[in-house]
């Protein structure tokens, strides 16, 4: 990992950060956020209906008998809920418990079995790790007792983060994409872990995610190529990693901004296509 250099930048990136809710309090706010839209086909017929793909990921937003699960890739499938899903946590090795729809909570990481009717799915069964849920409905109350390992609440910390100059920027590590890609590389994830587990071993550290882009293609894909890219490896930080989402602050895509090399040869956009790591520690703890 390379320690940066471009302060500047990161104060810009932090006062947007500090304007928009962090992942913790999305987690707690998804569904009184109007910007969040869970849209799908009406549900037709079971017997329409045959075995569809299985899909993991995190549940991002949550709408009466709808939700949406956010892959490791970026990607999103929204899925219908009814009588018949079954709700399940894994308690330990070969056990688990039946539970029901209200367990279902945003930045909950999760396993869904589907059925298919074109392109309109249907949760059969959903199944989550009992740890996740803890974490997840941590996130969501917002307890002092679920925060103990943070030095402030959430809404603390958001305040905190407009200012740079409270934080030491510790460490970054850059992965790196193809082409208009969202994938993550095999070497892109052993180092994201790898970062995850430097940054665990500093007090109170937390992740400020960034995604870039090369030059190729118009603006508005760009941007939304390089927020795919950010929520990508926040994605695998969490589920892979095991970094909890409240050390996270809200992804960031800046598009083709802040390029770290020309963009004129394929070497330099090969570098531009990236997702910076930025681990940031307050310099009033820092040293300690």
């Known amino acids: 990992m390379d320690t940066i250099s471009r302060t500047a930048g990161l104060a810009l990136l932090l006062s947007t950060a500090a304007l928009t809710p962090s992942v913790s309090a999305f987690a707690q706010e998804a569904s009184q956020d109007p910007n969040i839209i869970v849209e799908g086909e009406a549900l037709p017929e079971m017997a329409e209906m045959v075995k569809g793909p299985e899909i993991k990921g995190i549940i991002t937003a949550r709408k009466g008998d709808k939700m949406k699960v956010t892959a490791v890739d970026g990607t999103s499938s929204v899925i219908f809920l009814n009588d018949a899903t ?19 909570l945003n ?20 199944t989550f790790k009992n ?14 007792q679920g925060f103990a390992e943070q030095t402030a609440a959430t809404e603390g910390l958001r305040s905190r983060m407009g200012d740079i100059d409270n934080y030491n920027v510790k460490a970054t590590t850059n992965v790196y994409f193809d082409t208009g890609k969202t994938a993550l590389s ?4 052993a180092e994201l872990c790898q970062a995850a587990a430097t940054a665990e071993g500093m007090d109170n550290a937390l992740l400020l995610v960034v995604g870039y882009t090369d030059s190729v293609g118009p603006e508005e894909y760009n941007q939304t190529l390089s927020e795919k890219r950010a929520a990508s490896v926040i994605n695998y930080l969490q589920q892979q990693c095991r970094w909890k989402p409240y050390r996270v602050l809200t992804p960031t895509g800046m598009a083709e901004s802040d390029p770290a090399a020309d963009n004129y040869t394929e070497e330099g956009k090969a570098q531009n296509r990236r997702v910076a790591v930025n681990v940031l520690v307050s310099k009033a703890i820092d040293g300690f």
């Open 131 to 144: 740890g996740d849920f803890k974490t997840a409905n941590m996130i969501r109350n917002g307890t002092a």
């Open 86 to 104: 079954t709700v399940k946590a894994s308690t330990g090795l070969f056990g688990s418990k039946k539970l029901g729809m209200t367990n279902l």
């Open 107 to 126: 930045g909950l990481p999760v396993t869904v079995k589907t059925m298919q009717s074109g392109t309109t799915l249907l949760a059969s069964q959903i």
């Open 186 to 189: 095999p070497q892109a994830r």
